[in-house]
């Protein structure tokens, strides 16, 4: 629902939210300007000075006034001439004639009203309306993410779109809530809404007298410039006539003759409030917030833009579903855990089979339950797993949501995963026992499915039209994914001498006849995934890349399995020869923006992306490196470019352990052992650690280093909170 209520408004009006900030912008410049160009207002000159330096130098003055911009102006008449002046708040000397600018008069009726009158008023006030309901929602979407509040300063994961979005969001979001909200508190002013003030103004009459000197008049001389707003003189020839006075504390009535206060009126709350409101808008009197709010306004075209992406890619990422009615009304809920979409599709084809078998079946994301799916007679939940154990994107809240959820109908739990990994379909078993605890009878036992298994699918289909009373046949047939076929243009062979073949396999586009030159890669970073479909299958594999867009090839490390299908495809390779492939973006195993040192571990072809993030180091981060492999003269893999980047300083230092070599054979984790004070100097310091490689490599490694950091009060479950211990494991 928050992101619905987050999305929503952001894609209708995405332009206007656009226009209305940038004019926005451009306006919260002129405080900074002001301040560097209108002399500064300081306390210390008394009105009284200040006016009577003015009087002297013409016929008649009519009004001093200290203006939004705190430009200080007076209106005179000399003889037949009127004019409008600058002067120096401090001693009243003229500072030539002020002529307010044309561009920033026409940029704020744009920004106020779109130049089209009332309408173009209601129409601001909608986009701000608009702007308060994303910056709040936006935030509490960001706080949920990260973590809570706490952790609102961790580095954000996720695409260069969603990175944008995120950290641009956390520093503007203040500024917004602050903008939208005083900008609705203006428009209701602008139209009457808010309560009309109650007092009256100061009204008395002057006793007539000479008029003194201006600068003996007590009631001037105890007000400060720094609290004036405007100052009228009393019309010339008329013995009734008084200064009136305006200031921050209300409005006053002043005898010319005798400089007593005749009558003052202060100035009401609501007053106050509004003038503080208008501060905080326009940052008028407060340049450097007018610069926050400049910096937040700013910021929401990029939001229009990294928004718009966002959403587009999750709408187009999820198959249609046909028929899906409103979840109120239906009496079957499937709830989908999917993190790179394959789900989705077994879920089209559960939705499609019970729909025509009468069902009103409503299917949403886990992520998406809510009071409103309590009404169903049954819930279905079809999730795979991310990761060690851990849900994927479109189920991360689910577990929090399960526990505030009231409704207690039969559920059927179907867990999708590889039965090759020792945490095969956990979180699916996560979610059962979860659903178990909180009274949930069961429909059907919980099932998992291994390899996106066509068979088992259609068995578990079986199983689950036996307890609904009637056949239900589940005949999937995976979509084949969108590829873009790869040409290998150069391999490097090792591991052959120990049993162990790795190859290194660098690929570009195909090459065009008509140009002779290489298609376009897809954009991808070290650390994606490339997923590649062997020849006559659906099914992709994938594999961690070690190179980016910016090298010019896609780059894999792979090593050969013993009947592994597509590993056996890939090892058979030779130039010039093609495959079918499509990039997987991998955000959360990326190095941490900024400069902080880096601690690298992998072993055997998991030295792929860590690579990559080596080569990609041109800022000359720290980088630390320590990797396994089996034999130093057969699979020392990247050996030359590693030195190449030590001598660059692209590597700070490289640690290497082989398990056969027969002077010193040692696993990675031994190396890391050797070097605990100085990894936990660098974690202590903001160190980043990423490991890539084999789940039992990565086993080992996690051991050894939570004995390194637990002896100054760390662990490794706050490194993953905080993004700064990830893991990709095979």
């Known amino acids: 629902m928050l992101r619905r209520l987050h999305s929503l408004p952001g894609v209708v009006l995405a332009l206007g939210l656009a226009f209305v900030a940038l004019t926005g912008a451009v306006l919260s410049l002129e405080p900074t300007i002001a301040r560097l160009s209108v002399p500064t207002i300081e306390s210390g000159t008394s009105v009284a000075d200040l006016a009577s330096a003015v009087a002297a130098r013409h016929g008649a003055v009519e009004t001093i006034r200290v203006r939004a911009d705190g430009t200080v102006t007076a209106a005179y008449t000399d003889g037949e001439t009127d004019g409008l002046e600058r002067i120096d708040p401090k001693t009243g000397a003229g500072l030539g004639p002020y002529v307010p600018s044309a561009t920033s008069r026409f ?48 580095p954000i994961r996720g695409t260069l779109s969603e990175r944008l979005h995120g950290e641009l969001g956390r520093i503007a979001v203040f500024g917004l809530v602050l903008s939208a909200s005083t900008g609705l508190w203006m428009t209701a002013s602008t139209f009457g809404l808010l309560p009309e003030s109650e007092a009256a103004g ?33 019309a010339a020839g008329d013995p009734a006539d008084t200064f009136r006075l305006r200031t921050d504390a209300g409005e006053a009535t002043i005898d010319p003759a005798t400089g007593e206060r005749l009558a003052f009126t202060p100035a009401t709350t609501l007053e106050r409030v509004g003038r503080t409101m208008e501060m905080l808008h326009t940052g008028r009197g407060a340049w450097a917030l007018g610069l926050l709010l400049g910096l937040s306004s700013a910021a929401v075209p990029v939001f229009a833009v990294t928004g718009i992406a966002m959403w587009f890619r999750r709408r187009s990422a999820r198959p249609r579903i046909a028929r899906n009615v409103a979840a109120r009304s239906a009496d079957t809920v499937i709830l989908v855990g999917s993190e790179g979409n394959t789900t989705w599709g077994f879920a089209a084809t559960l939705h499609a089979a019970l729909t025509a078998a009468g069902h009103r079946v409503h299917t949403a994301a886990m992520n998406d339950l809510s009071s409103a799916h309590a009404s169903a007679r049954r819930l279905l939940i079809l999730t795979a797993t991310w990761g060690d154990g851990a849900a994927p994107t479109s189920a991360k809240t689910f577990l929090q949501r399960l526990e505030r959820f009231e409704g207690r109908m039969p559920v059927a739990v179907l867990g999708f995963g590889d039965r090759t990994f020792p945490h095969f379909a956990r979180f699916a078993q996560d979610v059962a026992a979860r659903l178990d605890a909180k009274g949930f009878p069961r429909l059907v036992p919980m099932k998992r499915i291994d390899r996106r298994s066509a068979q088992e699918f259609a068995q578990w289909g079986r ?91 896609l780059e894999i490390c792979v090593r050969l399995q013993p009947g592994g299908l597509c590993s056996t495809f890939l090892h058979d390779l030779e130039p010039g020869e093609r495959i079918d492939a499509f990039i997987r973006a991998n955000p959360t195993f990326r190095p941490n923006q900024g400069l902080a040192p880096l601690i690298l571990i992998g072993a055997g072809a998991g030295i792929g992306p860590l690579a990559g993030f080596v080569r990609a180091n041109a800022q000359g981060r720290p980088v630390h490196l320590y990797w396994g492999g089996r034999s130093p003269s057969s699979d020392f893999l990247y050996e030359h470019e590693l030195a190449q980047h030590l001598a660059e300083r692209r590597l ?76 990709d494991v095979y």
């Not at 910056?135 to 809570?148: D, E, K, N, P, Y």
């Not at 070290?526 to 070690?546: H, N, Q, W």
């Open 463 to 553: 199983d689950l039209g036996a307890a609904l009373g009637h056949d239900l046949v589940l005949e999937h047939v995976a979509e084949r994914p969108k590829t873009q076929a790869l040409q290998l243009v150069e391999r490097e062979d090792y591991g052959v001498a120990v049993g162990a073949p790795v190859a290194i396999l660098r690929f570009c586009g195909p090459t065009d006849e008509r140009t002779g030159r290489p298609a376009r890669l897809p954009d991808f970073e070290a650390g994606d995934l490339v997923g590649i479909l062997p020849p006559g299958e659906t099914m992709p594999r994938f594999y961690s890349l070690a190179s980016s867009t910016e090298d010019g090839v």
């Open 107 to 154: 940029i704020v009726d744009l920004h106020r009203s779109l130049l089209a009158g009332d309408a173009g008023r209601i129409a601001v006030a909608v986009a701000a309306a608009a702007m308060l309901v994303l910056a709040i929602s936006g935030g509490a979407l960001l706080v949920t993410r990260l973590g809570g509040l706490g952790a609102m300063f961790r």
């Open 652 to 727: 700070t230092s490289l640690s290497t352990a082989f398990s056969r070599d027969p002077g010193d054979g040692a696993y990675v984790q031994d190396r890391i052992a050797a070097d605990a004070h100085r990894l936990r100097h660098l974690i202590l310091h903001g160190a980043q650690v990423l490991v890539c490689g084999g789940r039992d490599m990565a086993l080992a490694v996690t051991h050894t280093l939570e004995a390194i950091v637990r002896p100054v009060g760390l662990d490794l479950a706050t490194l993953r909170s905080e993004g700064r211990y990830v893991e």
């Open 202 to 234: 100061a009204v008395a009459e002057a006793s007539g007298g000479t008029p003194a000197p201006i600068d003996r008049l007590a009631a001037l001389r105890g007000v400060d410039v720094g609290s004036l707003r405007e100052l009228s003189f009393p």
